[in-house]
């Protein structure tokens, strides 16, 4: 089955930084790449997503790379903010597959 | 849309007691799945349901047991609890016939077993 490694487990950054936390996924063909944000005490929440199909997407200060010969996919954030601390997870599937989450990353932005 | 709504938001059980957390979604979605989340700690899938009348094993489904009758619904049965099952358990669906559809969580049970 699918295999879904997430690092870094913890990332610590400044406000105004960057943030890159990165997965790698053993099924090849998947094709179905989701983020999702768990703020404290919360529900997890889609923030972004890419197919197969495209190499790259964005939406304001969040981005996602894929690399399907390398089989990762990235979570860039940019000009972090402290409402940006949380739980990230990805996670990877292919069909009617049931998806597989990564790990996990805390993302700690300080002010 | 209400989305994912689970029942209750909160819940403390004593050492063999048995409970149902109930889950219904309102978007017509095929697939149902029950997490648990241990503090710090990622998703562990425990059932999940691709459609009515139709479920299957998890990651880590002993202790746990669901049913399937509607679309709509899938309540998950803790029989016999254990300090183990401590745990917040959340409920998701997606509409997916092809895998390629994010999934829609509700708010979450936090249940305690003392």
């Known amino acids: 089955g699918e295999n879904v490694e997430q690092h870094p487990s913890t990332l610590s950054v400044q406000e105004g930084d960057s943030a890159v936390i990165k997965c790698t996924y053993s099924?090849?063909?998947?094709?179905?790449f989701p983020w999702y944000k768990q703020e404290l005490g919360k529900r997890p929440q889609l923030i972004i997503d890419?197919?197969?199909?495209?190499g790259e997407k964005k939406d304001q200060r969040i981005a996602v790379t894929l690399n399907k010969t390398a089989k990762h996919f990235s979570l860039h954030i940019t000009e972090t903010q402290p409402e940006d601390s949380a739980v990230y997870f990805c996670?990877?599937?292919?069909?009617?597959?049931?998806?597989?989450f990564g790990r996990g990353t805390s993302l700690i932005v300080h002010p | 849309n209400a989305g994912v709504t689970q029942t209750p938001k909160f819940r403390i059980l004593k050492i063999g007691q048995s409970m149902t957390l109930q889950c219904t979604q309102d978007?017509?979605?095929?697939?149902m799945y029950w997490y648990r989340q241990d503090p710090g700690m990622g998703l562990k899938l425990i059932y999940y349901?691709?459609?009515?009348?139709?479920?299957d094993k998890g990651e880590v489904p002993n202790g746990y047991n669901v049913s399937r009758s509607t679309t709509e619904d899938f309540p998950l049965r803790l029989e016999l609890a254990a300090p183990s099952q401590t745990s917040v358990y959340f409920c998701?669906?997606?509409?997916?016939?092809?895998?390629?559809?994010?999934?829609?969580f509700g708010d979450g049970t936090r249940l305690s077993i003392l």
């Open positions: 998701a669906s997606s509409y997916s016939t092809q895998g390629d559809q994010p999934q829609h």
């Open positions: 099924d090849s063909a998947s094709n179905y």
């Open positions: 890419i197919r197969s199909n495209v």
């Open positions: 996670a990877a599937t292919r069909g009617s597959y049931i998806p597989t």
């Open positions: 978007m017509n979605h095929n697939y």
């Open positions: 349901s691709v459609g009515a009348g139709i479920t």
